[in-house]
Nanobody, 123 residues
């Protein structure tokens, strides 16, 4: 069982930056593929990006070049660095994990979910 806790959300102006963290419990953190999804009010859940145990990452087109996912297996923590934020990035951001090595963009493939952290980008 893995428990995920997000932190780092908040309010930022357009063009600004935020870094989200996801702290995971469990001794086998390094074996999990980790990722981020987000959901804005009235919209469907959206894949943001994912990173496998080896540090290979995949991103949604909407965030490519602006967001970067990294992980520190020694600290059981994953990060989402968000730069050049836009109002359309406003959403609740969820940390996810799965035991497969696939960098899946489908929420159904992720077994573990955090509670989410709110990110609000003002124009």
């Amino acid at each position: 069982q893995v428990q995920l806790v997000e932190s780092g959300g908040g309010l930022v102006q357009a063009g600004g930056s935020l870094r989200l963290s996801c702290a995971a419990s469990g001794r086998t953190f390094g074996r999990y593929t980790m990722g981020w999804f987000r959901q804005a009010p009235g919209k469907e859940r959206e894949f943001v990006g994912a990173i496998n145990w080896g540090g290979i990452a995949r991103y949604a087109d909407s965030v490519k070049g602006r967001f970067t996912i990294t992980r520190d297996n020694g600290k059981n923590t994953m990060y989402l660095q968000m730069n050049s934020l836009k109002p359309e990035d406003t959403a609740v951001y969820y940390c996810v994990a799965q035991t497969s090595v696939s960098l899946s963009g489908y929420g159904r493939d992720y077994e573990y979910w955090g509670q989410g952290t709110q990110v609000t980008v003002s124009s």
